[in-house]
Structure formats: C-alpha cells, structure tokens
Nanobody, 121 residues
Framework: QVQLVESGGGLVRPGGSLRLSCAASGSVRNIYVMGWYRQAPGKQRELVGFITSGGSADYADSVKGRFTVSGDNAKNTVFLQMNNLKPEDTAVYYC???????????????WGQGAQVTVSS
C-alpha cells in the first residue's frame, strides 16, 4: 500500500506560478512511476506529466515548457512546478503513484486527495 498526501495549490493570476507537492509513504520502494493528473469541471481526468523511478519525465502537450515534474527520492516526494499559468489550467490536480501488481503485467494506482488550482484575474 502507498499513501499520498498533496500540498500546495490555491488561487493565482494568469502568468503566475504555483508548486504542488506530493509526499509518498508506505511501500514506496515498489513505485516505478509518479505523475500528476488534473480534472476540470465537466471534463475527464487527464495526465499532466510524470516521472519514472529512473528520472525520465514527460508531459502533456498543453503544459510542455510551462510545467516541470521533479522528485526528491530522499524525501519520497514529487513536485509539480507550474509556471505561466493560464485560466484553462484551472482544475483539481491529483498526484498518482503506480506500482507493479501481484499478477505479472498488471499495475496498481494510488491517488492523492486532490488540490484545487484556480487561475483567474
């Protein structure tokens, strides 16, 4: 089992920056990728970006060049740095951790509680 606790978020003006944090505890050694998803009202949850246990990261096209996912392995924490925020970035942001499942070829997802990010003037 993995527990995820998010912090950060809030209200920011367009062009501003925010940083979200996600602290993992429990069976953290089984995590092979951590990521951030977001869900805006009336829309499906979408992937924002992720980082693997090897340090490789990738992002949705809509946030490339503006958002950065990074990790602090010593603290079992992953961050989402969001710069040049736009109103369309307004959503609830969820931290995700994925571990291998008991059955070969399967995986298990764990989720944080969500953090509201509102971009508005």
């Amino acid at each position: 089992q993995v527990q995820l606790v998010e912090s950060g978020g809030g209200l920011v003006r367009p062009g501003g920056s925010l940083r979200l944090s996600c602290a993992a505890s429990g069976s953290v050694r089984n995590i092979y990728v951590m990521g951030w998803y977001r869900q805006a009202p009336g829309k499906q949850r979408e992937l924002v970006g992720f980082i693997t246990s090897g340090g490789s990261a990738d992002y949705a096209d809509s946030v490339k060049g503006r958002f950065t996912v990074s990790g602090d392995n010593a603290k079992n924490t992953v961050f989402l740095q969001m710069n040049n925020l736009k109103p369309e970035d307004t959503a609830v942001y969820y931290c995700n951790a994925r571990t291998m499942g008991v059955v070969a070829g399967t995986s298990v997802d764990y989720w944080g509680q969500g953090a509201q990010v509102t971009v508005s003037s």
